[in-house]
Each structure stands twice: as structure tokens, then as C-alpha cells.
């Protein structure tokens, strides 16, 4: 990703290279476009003089995005949560109408083969976690429902962490990082959210 400043706005250029399937950039470019057409707090593609999207550095694939203000948190309050929670429901339901799907790359059929490639690393530091994460895929595996239809799911985020939000004190100005996106259950994202953004408990005076 690179910052570029013109004397009428900032952007940001991305050059994809390995983590995204080139195949699927219409699809984020598309779906970003959408949000910010629902005014959504993300960037906003910008077209090249033929009204396209993707464009090509060196034989490799790259957008102009719109820059978007704002800071990464290191602490999280109640606040700051709140935020996420409304933005993330605001997205959910603004993307309803969306026509085009991509599924899961991450869901949990792909769990246990990244897994296994971590065990496999020589520098492996948490250990100790294996035979904990191990159990808990099995215990995944066997009780993960065989009647889905009932359960929510349409186009969510899936990688919402604290790098992939921007705030202006208490105010979220932005969410970015849209290349994990795809159709799985809102309960993944919430899931995801959980797992990041709600480590700390912070008093009534926002002490730890």
C-alpha cells in the first residue's frame, strides 16, 4: 500500500500480489463501491480515464482507493466497541441487495490444514497452545450443525480486527480491508469482533 498525495485529495494505491486471487478483484471492487454508494465508512474505488477500476504496475494488479482519516486504536473502550458493533450492522444490512457471492476461503473446512501447516513451522513460540487449538477443532468438527438453513448469514466483512478501523476519538471514520469478504454467517464476524476487540475490561473511569 502506498499513500499518494495530490494537490486536490489523498489516496491509496494497493499493488495485490500473493494474499489475492486476481480472479476475485471485481468482486471487492464491487462490493466496496456498493458500501460506499450505502455511505458506509470505507474507501471509495476510483476509476482511471476509461471508467475502470484495476489497473496494472508491472505486470501486477492495483486500485486507487480514497484515503481515509483517522487512527488505529491501541485501547479499546466500551465506546469504541459500540461503534464497531453499529458499523458492522450497518454493513451487514446494507449489503442485502449486493448481487454478486464469494464464498469462504477461511471457513471451517479449511481450519485443520492451516493448522497443520503451523505445527510444521520451526519457529513455532505458543507451542503449548497445539494440543488446545487441536481439541477445539474436534470439538468443532463434531458438533458443527448439520441444519444451517435457520442460521443468518449473507456478505460479511471476516476481518475485522483493530488494524482494519480507523477512529477519530470515539467516532469510527473508516473501515478498510475488504479482502477477506464473502458470504458466511454473521455470527463468523461477530465472532471475529469478540475474539479482538474485547480482551480488556476497562472501570467506569476507563482504567484497566
Known amino acids: 500500500n502506498y499513500k499518494i498525495k495530490t494537490s486536490k485529495n489523498n489516496y491509496i494505491l494497493t499493488i495485490f500480489e500473493k494474499r489475492v486471487n486476481e480472479s476475485e478483484l471485481p468482486f471487492f471492487i464491487a462490493l466496496q463501491k456498493h458500501l460506499f454508494e450505502k455511505n458506509i465508512n470505507c474507501p471509495e474505488p476510483i476509476a482511471n480515464k476509461s471508467n475502470e477500476f484495476i489497473n496494472k504496475i508491472v505486470g501486477k494488479k492495483c486500485v486507487i482507493m480514497s484515503f481515509l ?11 469504541h466497541c ?55 477443532l474436534f470439538f468443532l468438527k463434531e458438533k458443527w450443525p448439520n441444519n444451517i438453513a435457520n442460521i443468518p448469514k449473507g456478505i460479511i466483512h471476516a476481518d475485522l480486527f483493530k488494524d482494519n478501523v480507523f477512529f477519530d476519538n470515539y467516532k ?20 471475529i469482533c469478540i475474539n479482538d476487540w474485547c480482551f480488556d475490561k476497562i ?6
Not at 458466511?184 to 461477530?190: E, R, T
Open 203 to 208: 472501570d467506569s473511569e476507563g482504567k484497566f
Open 82 to 136: 459500540y461503534e464497531v458493533g453499529y458499523h458492522l450492522a450497518k454493513m451487514h444490512y446494507s449489503l442485502k441487495d449486493f448481487g454478486m457471492i464469494r464464498q469462504n476461503s477461511l471457513n471451517h473446512s479449511q481450519w485443520k490444514g492451516i493448522f497443520d501447516k503451523c505445527k510444521l513451522s520451526k519457529n513455532l513460540k505458543d507451542e503449548h497452545l497445539i494440543d488446545i487449538i487441536e481439541r477445539e
Open 69 to 79: 482519516e483517522g487512527d488505529k486504536l491501541d485501547i479499546v473502550s466500551p465506546k
Open 172 to 191: 469510527c471514520t473508516g473501515i478498510i480491508d475488504f479482502y477477506f469478504a464473502c458470504v458466511d454467517f454473521y455470527i463468523y464476524d461477530l465472532a
